[in-house]
């Protein structure tokens, strides 16, 4: 099993859709989570850090389920501007950061 | 502007080549990182430094060589490169390794996009 794994997609949307999307991680002493989006051939850029309690960013929403490993993020009233890959990361008690995969995401007029 | 610059943005190099890619942070951060992702493919990582003390070692094949001479650069040498090391070649840093929390992100460069021929 990969440490850490993510929906597949593409996801194709139309604008003003609502997406979400899931990540699981294998590693349950984990301590930090975070989504990080990528345009393509631009490198990774930080979204949003996920607090235990679940946080809120203007149309974003992450959440993290401790007990059973996942971490989502909704995405509300798509805009053209969110289509990129969407990269899960989880930080291991030590030394790594883990990036899962990716899920890229295409939202259309 | 991410405060992580890498230089050069772009390389194509032969087989028998020898050169180097330059990470610079202007964060303060202690701990720096080198990463490998390939066309399609998720980032692989290659070297952690902490503090300028290496502190991971991806398997990394010998023909890369790091290098951080102190806190704020970090190279990566490369030697007798294969086609298949062609890729995009990410530095990043943080505040501290991953056991610092949710506030210690990894902010990005912008890359190294190498050819081997």
């Known amino acids: 099993r990969k440490e850490v794994e993510q929906d597949p997609g593409p996801f194709n949307v139309p604008e003003g859709a609502t997406v979400a999307f899931n990540c699981t991680y294998s590693n349950s002493a984990s301590q930090s989570f975070f989504w990080y989006r990528q345009d393509c051939r631009k490198e990774p850029k930080l979204l949003m850090s996920?607090?235990?309690s679940g946080n809120e960013d203007g149309r974003f929403t992450a959440q993290l389920n401790r007990a059973s490993q996942y971490i989502s993020l909704l995405i509300r009233d798509s805009k053209l501007s969110d289509s990129a890959t969407y990269l899960c990361?989880?930080?291991?008690?030590?030394?790594?950061?883990?990036f899962g995969p990716g899920t890229r995401l295409s939202v259309l007029p | 502007e991410t405060g992580v610059t890498q230089t050069p943005r772009h390389l194509v190099m032969g087989m028998t080549n020898k050169k180097s890619l330059k990470c610079e942070q202007h964060?303060?951060?202690?701990?720096m990182y080198w990463y490998k992702q390939s066309a399609k493919k998720p980032l692989e990582l290659m070297f952690v430094y902490s503090l300028e003390e290496r502190v991971e070692n991806n398997s990394v094949p010998s023909r890369f060589s790091p290098e951080c001479p102190n806190s704020s650069h970090l190279f990566l040498h490369l030697h007798t490169l294969q086609p298949e090391d062609s890729a995009l070649y990410l530095c990043a840093s943080s505040q501290d390794l991953a056991s610092g929390g949710i506030y210690n992100e990894q902010f990005f460069g912008p890359g190294t996009r190498l050819t081997v021929l």
């Open positions: 964060l303060g951060h202690n701990a």
């Open positions: 996920v607090y235990s």
């Open positions: 990361v989880v930080g291991n008690y030590g030394q790594n950061f883990v």
